[in-house]
């Protein structure tokens, strides 16, 4: 069917306006004076009339066939109306709007004071769909790899604001370079998923790490809707190679994710500009991911940054160094074995890694086997320096099936490793202050927090404390953890003194927000136990050991033999009780000193206060509080 042009009902007035009646509207093939025919219907079976005679209303109606006309009208007395004359008038609207350039025909004028008209070619192009350029969804007819990377790529180089995907499934094949898919920049664009859309994908698994969605030089970038990714192969465990979804470059700003789902990728948010550029910013969304390797990976880059992350069996949840403005909310459900995530500042590069808010949940099926978190310093070498880490707050809470078997593990490491490997084991010179932690778990670790730094007493490990020169001030870590008791085995030393086939127990607790410990034992002396002459001591639990060399205890130097607690000494042939006191010494602030009280030496030896024999018990009691160690701010 055909439509006539300008419409189906011509009217024709003369100079004033006045109706013709009569006129007389004559109809040519294009650029001649050939009569070609015009219908009484759109059906275009019977020709109308040549002249086509207007009523007296001056209106006439006619319908147009295919290819172009030529019209001249006349009034009832043959005189042309020129201003009617047209020539070259295609017959068929529907094929002239059908055309691609039919939109730019018709004209767009917005509403509002001051609006601009423009054509509904020009307003329609402001955004696009991937089917427009050939993707297909489902892997339907014409649907491949091919096709579809081709019209993805072909919409978003249109240059349009607003790029839409029709919802389903869209196969991406085997991603074998290290490239960009789909390179973005300007300003103000909007990825739309109408409706769920995934892209599946198998990463060819070469070594290399190609790219989906490569960002430089972008403000205001938007994904709106379910995005999901999807990886058939992975990123194979421990190995760093695979899919990078979202790479972020210099000049980078402003980027909302509403909400994604990443599954075997290597990385799903990358910001990695020119290093300490501190060039891209701004980033709020929410992931889910599943066997990710980095779920997200600030390098050097990445300040204003508000993430909703839950993480499935992911190796590294977040990972940042010198990204600063941070508040991320992570999940973790039965994390991966490989590795943990990390607040880390680096040796080579500048910008300090400062100003972080992290919340973390972590659940366990079974038991942990990796910290969920590592706060690192990471120097060039063992006496470098870092940029710093600064005013970080942890938050943490986990929930294991079963408590961990490995006897050095905490929830939280704090560390300092050269340049990412070994541990630094005498202090580095790296800037540290106004670290908060915060949590506690289920039992499932030895230690909520831990300190991986070798030490110079007994090469025993202390718990959630830097070395000596990576903090500034002595207020530089706070611990926030609610007070809670570990086990503790306690060790007797002295010349002569043997516990043979006698036993110890103990425990200990931190207090007041990690600046105090209360310390419990018991010595049950059994029949192969020996009894030296010289006095008895025992050693204090680890974390006692550390703070002894930040400082000794509140009420004086260790060696000043300080009062910390009391002793019950049990006789048991005599059935008697001696309560004597419990000290502090030794030159090196590791021990806890038991004294009797008499003698000219005042120790407890073999013979006092009473002949010490099978069955006898000693059971202590210190408190212990830090010199020097005050709380920091809230």
């Known amino acids: ?30 650029g001649t004076l050939t009569a070609k025919a015009v219908y009484t219907s759109s059906a275009l079976t019977t020709a109308a009339s040549n002249p086509v005679i207007c009523d007296a209303s001056g209106r006439a109606q006619f319908f147009r066939g295919s ?45 509002g004071t001051g609006a601009v008209t423009s054509t509904v070619q020009t307003k329609l ?101 379910t995005w999901k990714f999807t990886d058939s192969v992975g990123y194979n465990g421990s190995t760093i190679k695979g899919v990078k979804v979202f790479k972020m470059n210099d000049t980078c700003t402003n980027f909302t994710w509403e909400d994604v789902h990443l599954s075997g990728v290597l990385s799903g948010i ?60 992570i999940t973790m459900v039965d994390k991966n074995t490989g590795g943990t995530s990390l607040i880390e ?35 060039s070498t063992s006496s470098g320096t ?9 938050r943490y809470n986990v929930v294991a099936g079963s408590a961990s078997a490995n006897t050095s593990l905490g929830a939280i490491h704090l560390r300092a490793v050269v340049n990412g490997g070994s541990d630094i084991t005498s202090g580095c010179n790296c800037l540290t202050d106004q670290i908060e932690l915060t949590g506690s778990t289920n039992g499932a670790y030895v230690y909520d927090l831990y300190s991986e730094y070798t030490l110079t007493s007994g090469n025993t490990k202390g718990r959630a404390f830097w070395p000596y020169n990576a903090k500034p001030n002595a207020n530089a870590v706070k611990i926030l953890t609610p007070a809670k ?45 020996t009894y030296g002459a010289a006095a008895l001591s025992v050693d204090l639990p680890a974390m006692a050991y550390r703070w002894a060399g930040e400082g000794g205890w509140a009420s004086g130097h260790p060696s000043d033999l300080t009062m910390v607690g009391t002793a019950d000494l049990f006789d048991t042939s005599a059935s008697t009780h001696y309560a004597i006191p419990v000290k502090t010494g030794s030159t090196t602030g590791a021990n806890l000193i038991v004294f009797h009280g008499t003698g000219s030496t005042g120790y407890l030896v073999n013979t006092a206060p009473f002949t010490w024999a099978t069955g006898d018990t000693i059971q202590f009691v210190a408190h212990l509080v830090r010199n020097n160690m005050g709380a920091l701010a809230p």
């Open 345 to 379: 500042s680096y040796g080579v590069y500048t910008n300090p890694t400062d100003d972080i808010e992290v919340d973390i949940s972590a659940y366990f099926s079974g038991a942990p086997t990796i910290p969920i978190l590592y706060v690192q310093h990471a120097p």
């Open 270 to 329: 990358e910001a990695r500009g020119t290093a300490d550029s501190r060039s891209i910013k701004t980033m709020r969304g929410k992931i889910k991911a599943t066997g990710v390797y980095y779920v997200t990976n600030f390098i050097q880059n990445g300040d204003d940054v508000v993430l909703d992350i839950h993480a499935t069996n992911c190796r590294r949840e977040y990972f940042n160094y010198g990204g600063r403005g941070h508040k991320v909310r």
């Open 125 to 225: 192009r402001e955004l696009v769909s991937v089917k427009d350029f050939g993707a297909v969804v489902d892997g339907t007819t014409g649907g491949t790899a091919a096709t579809n990377i081709a019209g993805i790529q072909a919409a978003i180089a249109t240059g349009a604001k607003e790029i839409r995907f029709p919802g389903g499934t869209y196969s991406l094949g085997t991603l074998s370079a290290s490239s960009a898919l789909f390179t973005v920049t300007g300003v103000g664009v909007t990825f739309v998923a109408d409706g769920p859309v995934e892209f599946t994908f198998a990463f060819a698994d070469n070594g290399t790490q190609p790219i989906l969605f490569d960002f430089t030089t972008c403000d205001l970038v938007r994904f709106v809707g």
């Open 1 to 30: 069917m055909a439509a006539p042009f300008p419409g189906t009902v011509w009217t024709v007035n003369d100079s004033a306006g006045n109706p013709v009646s009569g006129a007389k509207i004559y109809t040519y093939e294009a």
């Open 67 to 111: 290819g172009s006309y030529r019209f001249r009208v006349f009034d009832s007395s043959d005189v042309e109306l020129t201003a009617y004359a047209a020539d070259n008038i295609s017959g068929d609207v529907t094929a002239i709007l059908a055309e691609s350039s039919g939109a730019s025909l018709v004209g767009f004028m917005p509403s």
């Open 386 to 394: 870092t940029p710093g880490i600064n005013n970080v707050r942890v």
């Open 485 to 529: 008791s570990f086990a503790w085995t306690p060790a007797i030393s002295g010349s002569g003194w043997a516990i043979g086939d006698g036993f110890t127990e103990g425990n200990y607790t931190i207090l007041d927000e990690g600046q105090a410990l209360l310390v419990w034992g018991k010595i049950t002396f059994g029949s192969t136990s």
